[in-house]
């Protein structure tokens, strides 16, 4: 069962299942918590607890967003990493939790990067799944313009249908095709929760050198199919001088954790194993 806790005028929900070390895990959008699911199911001795990001799921988005940090679209409003991380934190509290391990997919592990930044203490490691370092480059902007377009003019749905082929690995796809839609029926974000989310991604600093400072354990799972993060990109992951143990799932698109829940899990659990000792 779903939990709701306030944070900056906004209800936002959350499930915290299981027993065992707290693992915080922050999902793609535009998905929402039940991404992680699957995962969680094989990974025993877990406490996982799975917020819906602001604006997804069962979160509210809010009205306390600001207007014009984003200059190619002007009047979006913008959901910042920083609302994210201060959102999670607030969850945090709520669960009189002073720390935990982290796992973000996405933006989700955009936000872990914010998180170090502003409570590095309250980490005690941090799991990157299909997430990089690296702000948009040139083309990524483009393509957040024509996302925002597309959503005030025709909708979200047409951008949802075209992400839940392109961002599921071809293998996945093949293998089990229900996996279309049953990821695309969990992408239930407003028209203005994708502008606020497209222009919040296309504003999220450079994390390069934040790598540079995580002196918690830091785990790397990169897909080799996937079109929107890189392994290439992630290998700048390995730099963080708290170690990298990174892994290369061939096959995996861009939600490799929904797409092979258990080879996640079993990297996942092995290297909670190394932090437990």
């Known amino acids: 069962m779903n939990r709701t806790y306030q944070s900056n005028g906004a209800t936002l929900s959350f499930s915290d299942t299981g027993k065992g070390l707290p693992v915080v895990f922050l999902h793609p959008t535009p998905l929402d918590h039940d991404y992680w699911r699957p995962l969680a199911e094989n990974l025993p001795g877990v406490r ?57 997919c996405s933006i989700g592990g955009y936000v872990l990067f914010e998180l170090w930044r502003q409570a590095p203490r309250r980490m005690t490691g941090l799991a990157f799944i299909c997430s990089k370092p690296q702000p948009d480059a040139e083309a990524n902007l483009v393509k957040r ?75 790397a799972i990169a897909g080799g199919e996937d079109p929107s993060v890189t392994p290439a990109e992630m290998e700048a992951l390995r730099t963080a001088p708290g170690g990298c143990e990174f892994h290369l799932l061939s096959e995996a698109g861009h939600f490799a ?20 000792d």
Do not use: C
């Open 48 to 104: 996982a607890i799975a917020p819906d990001l602001r604006g997804h799921g069962n979160s509210e988005l809010g009205h306390s967003l600001l207007v014009g940090g984003f200059a190619r679209v002007s009047d979006a409003p913008v959901l910042t990493m920083e609302q994210l991380a201060a959102d999670t934190l607030a969850l945090l509290d709520y669960l009189a939790l002073p720390e935990a391990v982290f796992a973000g």
């Open 145 to 219: 313009v024509a996302n925002i377009a597309q959503a005030r003019a025709g909708g979200a749905d047409p951008l949802f249908d075209g992400m839940a082929q392109s961002l599921i690995g071809a293998t996945a796809r093949e293998r089990r095709p229900q996996i279309v839609s049953e990821l695309r029926a969990r992408m239930t974000l407003t028209s203005e929760a994708v502008v606020a989310v497209q222009a919040g991604l296309a504003t999220r600093p450079d994390s390069v050198p934040t790598v540079a400072t995580i002196t918690a354990p830091v785990l």
């Open 257 to 276: 954790a929904y797409e092979y829940p258990s080879k996640v899990a079993a990297l996942l659990a092995d290297w909670l194993k190394q932090i437990a």
